[in-house]
């Protein structure tokens, strides 16, 4: 006499089985794509350390935010796919490694602008508070032109960029912030030095593939004779938080550590956006996921640089955005919540 119901409960724990296990290998399985999540809001104190600081004075905190991004998994993919998720999406691996750069090489150049960017802090912070800090360099240095470049065939490794419209350039954040201040598909004068030679090129700004929505010249860019001169010691540590975006943030930390004044008036601020030497704040990505960073830490006020505002006060369900042009809006704001 066959046995209907032991075949049955059999084929039941088989197909079981091989459902678990699919479950299992999706979840380990890569995929081409990274998970952009809600990151940290995290306090700046103790990142910077200052001689002769002014921290007893402090009451409040200043916070960085940052995203998340994680390689996704087969079972992510599909799952945020089909049921996305507040503030989480998926980034195609190629936007954050250009197609024919070396991942090593492309990394230490994003570490480079992350340094240029706290230096950049200090010397907006200083100046903000009276001194005259120096910061210092001779131009961007070319270390690869990407394979879609509209720069190909002109620009080539090694050139140090000088001139960007006829305005001198010293730093590589000065390169990358005046290309995103055109449009895409403008034409834009570069001159450039190669070896003993000046050379003048008109290359035209292409959204590239790998990051859609911003003008670029298809060019990585490293600092060249980049030097500083500070009257006070400043140490900056950020871990493993990476790029310009905490430019503001670190800006504001600095200057109330070597100010008698506490510019946080006990209040929990968040917030982002690049910093130039200038004192002007620039846009950043990533911005619904800040706001949603910030939000679990229960900050009081997020500032935001003017051109991601509104899609921060979209964002924001608690917390209030303040809208940020410069270090001196800023400062001023602040001062305004006593």
Sequence with gaps: MVDFKSRRTKRILTISLIILAVVVLSSVWPTDYYLESPGVAKD??????V???????????????AV??????????????????????????????????DPKEYFE???????????????????????????????????????????????????????????????LTEVVNEIRARKIGELVKIKIKRGKKELDYKIKTKELEENPGQPSLGVLIS???????????????AGEIGGPSAGLMFTLEIL??????????????????????????????????KILAAEKEEVDIF???AEN?????EAASKVKVVSVKDIQETVRFLNSLE
């Design 44 to 49: 700046l104190s103790p990142l910077v350390e």
């Design 51 to 65: 001689e002769n600081d002014y921290s007893q004075n402090i009451e409040g905190q200043f916070r960085l935010t």
């Design 68 to 101: 998340s991004l994680e390689p996704a998994s087969l079972l992510e993919y599909y799952y945020v796919s089909f049921f996305g998720g507040e503030g989480v999406s998926l980034t195609p691996l190629k936007r954050q490694l250009p197609s024919g750069v």
């Design 109 to 171: 150049m994003m570490k480079d602008v992350m340094h240029e960017s706290q230096l950049k802090a200090q010397a907006v912070a200083l100046r903000q508070a009276g001194y005259e800090p120096k910061v210092t360099g001779k131009g961007a240095k070319i270390v690869e032109v990407l394979e879609d470049s509209n720069a190909r065939g002109k620009l080539k490794k090694n050139d140090v960029i000088i001139k960007v419209d006829g305005k001198d350039i010293n730093l």
């Design 223 to 237: 600092s060249y004779q980049r030097s500083y001169d500070f009257p006070i010691e400043i140490k900056v540590d």
């Design 256 to 289: 109330n550590q070597i100010t008698p004044t506490d510019l946080t008036h006990g209040y929990n601020i968040a917030g982002t956006g690049t910093i130039g030497l200038d004192g002007k704040v620039g846009k950043i990505s990533g911005v619904k996921q």
């Design 303 to 305: 500032l935001a640089p």
């Design 309 to 313: 505002y509104e899609a921060a006060k």
